[in-house]
């Protein structure tokens, strides 16, 4: 089976996904463009095709004739190709705008050098179609326990239509590994810029500052479930309506699609997952929250750890999570 992550390159403590390879802190953005993978652009052709007549005579002089015919061209429509391998990556519009590889580590540079930043993981997925950066951001706090929760600042883009070029404030919480973006008022915080405009990074630090500075409005709202102490009947309609999108009954149809995946989440819940144990955690809205996060993080099945790490920040992983974030603050308003 062929690898979602093409390369990754990494700095401090493995990855929760264990994947990619260690660098030295504090490397240069062309180190880290090399060894991540990233060190390549995204070339442009026109989509062209052999309009050929129906062959009237014998195959081989239909051949022939398809060999020798005039190529057209699509106007409407590019390729998308590697610069080094020359292996294709999408058709997409011709008004479709590309992020290049670099220009997502570009967009740390400043950040690295003057903000105080410190770019932890970038690379490669879908043997190019997408690829990140992410870099923390200095930020962070400790609910009580010493349950602590670091700031990231996550850049990310495709070039296959499936992600918008979106910058995204997330926490990690640092006993588990476990990664959650910021939100607040039930909207994520992400900036995104779809391709069909051009990708500005000025303008969307600008955005991002405030964003960024919602972090102890997050922290917060994040102490205030570390203080909602949770029952039994609780924890299980919380982990129905976030798993299954039921009304929190107990006898739900889909409740039995998901039956391991409650199990498992309560389990979790009750002890078995890394930091249940914590003050912060132990029976309140905070742990139901971080049951949800680890479940899909570490345990949801998947069909690698790169398809884990896909969905986990940019596909249903990431709406789960977010998800299990609103019905936790509901839980505590």
Avoid at 7 to 21: F, I, K, R
Avoid at 64 to 92: I, N
Avoid at 179 to 197: Q, W
Avoid at 304 to 323: I, N
Wanted: hydrophobic fraction near 40%.
């Amino acid at each position: 089976m062929a690898h979602l992550v093409q390369t990754m390159a990494y700095v401090g403590e493995t990855p929760w996904h264990n994947l990619g390879q260690q660098l030295p802190a504090k490397q240069p953005i062309d180190v880290w463009a090399r060894e991540a993978g990233m060190d390549w652009t995204i070339r442009e052709a026109p989509v062209r095709y052999m309009a050929t007549e129906p062959g009237t005579g014998s195959s081989a002089a239909s051949s022939v004739s398809a060999l020798y015919a005039e190529p057209m061209e699509f106007p409407d429509q590019k390729v998308l190709y590697r610069s080094d391998t020359k292996a294709p990556l999408s058709v997409v519009s011709s008004r479709y705008q590309v992020v290049q590889p670099q220009q997502v580590l570009e967009f740390y540079r400043d950040l690295t050098e003057v903000s105080g930043y410190e770019l932890e993981t970038a690379g490669v997925l879908k043997a190019g179609r997408k690829f990140w950066a992410l870099a923390r951001t200095g930020k962070s706090s400790a609910l009580k326990g010493n349950d602590v929760v670091n700031g990231y600042l996550l850049l990310a883009t495709s070039c296959d239509g499936t992600l918008a070029t979106t910058a995204t404030p997330t926490t990690v919480r640092v006993v588990c590994n476990n990664t959650l973006s910021i939100a607040l008022s039930g909207t994520s915080s992400a900036i995104k810029v779809p391709h069909s405009t051009s990708f500005d990074a000025q303008a969307v630090k600008k955005q991002l500052g405030i964003a960024v500075s919602q972090w102890d409005g997050f922290m917060y709202r994040m102490k205030t479930l570390s203080e909602r102490k949770v029952k039994s009947h609780e924890s299980m309609n919380y982990f129905l309506k976030v798993l299954c999108q039921t009304d929190g009954h107990a006898d739900a149809s889909a409740g039995l699609i998901n039956e391991r995946a409650l199990k498992k989440v309560q389990a979790m819940y009750e002890g078995q997952g890394r930091g249940a144990e914590l003050a912060a955690a132990k029976g309140t809205a905070w742990g139901l929250l971080c049951a949800v996060t680890e479940f899909v993080d570490h345990e949801r099945r998947a069909r690698s750890q790169e398809y884990r790490l896909d969905s986990a920040w940019f596909g249903q992983g990431a709406s789960l999570k977010q998800r299990a974030l609103e019905q936790a603050l509901q839980l505590a308003s």
